[in-house]
């Protein structure tokens, strides 16, 4: 039989009462595989300003990547939106982001 953790609201914050706080890792959906994955396991990349695609760990809409073969070639076999940076990228614009990362560029 699973023990319930008791919680209880002081201040409008949630504060546990018996026990830890059940740990909490962020899944990330991979847009070359779909599947999800913790933030760990994968690359974050966003639209730079020059319309292009970078890798970066901040700001703005991103989508995430397993840094596996079978994935980059996935994501860049494949044609419409790329749903995290809700827009359309085409191919020449996919395979310059693998290929930087391929040689560890990080923007």
């Given at each position: ?43 974050r990349f966003s639209c730079s ?40 990228v085409d191919r020449a614009a ?14």
């Amino acid at each position: 039989m699973r023990k319930r953790l008791r919680t209880r609201m002081i201040l409008g914050a949630l504060v546990w009462t018996h026990g830890r706080r059940p740990s909490h890792r962020p899944l990330r959906l991979c847009v070359g595989c779909h599947q999800s994955a913790e933030t760990a396991e994968l690359r974050r990349f966003s639209c730079s300003a020059e319309g292009g695609l970078a890798w970066c760990r901040f700001g703005g809409r991103g989508a995430w990547l397993h840094p596996h073969p079978s994935c980059t070639g996935r994501f860049a076999a494949a044609r419409g939106p790329v749903r995290g940076l809700g827009r359309r990228v085409d191919r020449a614009a996919r395979e310059i982001l693998i290929q930087d990362g391929l040689t560890g560029e990080e923007g």
